[in-house]
C-alpha cells in the first residue's frame, strides 16, 4: 500500500514534469512573431550610388539567401568602403557599357550594379574575376531556388568600372552597403517589414 508521502511525492513530480513540458509550446509562438518582426523596412526601389574609386580588383561575386531579402556580395579585396563607389538602379534592359549590346537578364526586373573598380589588373590588363564572360552568368552563381533572385550576369567591365545584371522577380526595396573590401546589394522579399 501506498504511502500519503508517496503519493504526494508523485503528484507534485508529475505536476512539475507537466509544467516543463508545457513551456516551450507557450515560447515558441513569441520567437517567431519576433523574427517576422525583425524584416527591415523603408528601403525603397529608387537609384543609390556613391561616388568613389578603387584601383582594387573585384575578385568574385557570390549570393545568399537571408529570410528577409536575397543578398549579392562584390569581393574587392584591399579597397576601404570609402573607396567603394556604385551605382545600383532599375532599368528596362541591362546595355553593356563600351559596345551598347544588349544583355538579357531573366526576371520580372532588372537591377543594373555598377561597382567603380575593375574586375582587370590596372597594371597589367589580366583577368580578375575569372572567368567571367560578358553576357554569360556569374562564374559560380547559381540563383535557383531563391525568392527573389532570378537571374545574375556579368556585363563587363570598362574603363574601370565593373557593370552586373541582377533578375529578380520585380522592382522591390533594395539597399547598399558599402564594407571594406566588398560592396553588398540586398534585395527584399516583399514591400512591407513582414515577411
Known amino acids: 500500500m501506498l504511502q500519503p508521502r508517496t503519493i504526494c511525492a508523485t503528484v507534485v513530480l508529475l505536476g512539475a514534469t507537466l509544467v516543463t513540458a508545457a513551456a516551450p509550446a507557450v515560447a ?83 537591377l543594373e550594379v555598377r561597382v567603380t573598380a575593375p574586375a582587370y589588373d590596372p597594371e597589367t590588363g589580366a583577368a580578375t574575376y575569372y572567368p567571367a564572360r560578358a553576357g554569360a552568368a556569374l562564374p559560380g552563381v547559381d540563383v535557383t531556388g531563391y525568392r527573389t533572385f532570378r537571374d545574375a550576369r556579368f556585363a563587363g567591365s570598362f574603363e574601370g568600372e565593373t557593370q552586373l545584371g541582377l533578375g529578380v522577380r520585380g522592382r522591390l526595396p533594395f539597399r547598399v552597403l558599402q564594407l571594406d573590401g566588398r560592396l553588398v546589394i540586398d534585395v527584399a522579399h516583399t514591400w512591407n517589414a513582414a515577411r
Do not use: E, F, N
Not at 36 to 44: E, R, S, V, Y
Not at 90 to 104: A, E, F, M, N, T
Open 28 to 110: 515558441a509562438p513569441t520567437t517567431a512573431t519576433a523574427a517576422t518582426a525583425a524584416c527591415p523596412a523603408g528601403w525603397g526601389s529608387g537609384g543609390k550610388s556613391a561616388t568613389a574609386a578603387t584601383t582594387a580588383s573585384v575578385k568574385d561575386v557570390r549570393t545568399g539567401r537571408h529570410d528577409c531579402y536575397d543578398r549579392m556580395v562584390v569581393d574587392v579585396p584591399g579597397a576601404a568602403r570609402a573607396d567603394l563607389g556604385y551605382a545600383v538602379r532599375y532599368v528596362d534592359r541591362l546595355y553593356q557599357d563600351g559596345s551598347g549590346r544588349h544583355i538579357p537578364v531573366a526576371g520580372g526586373a532588372v
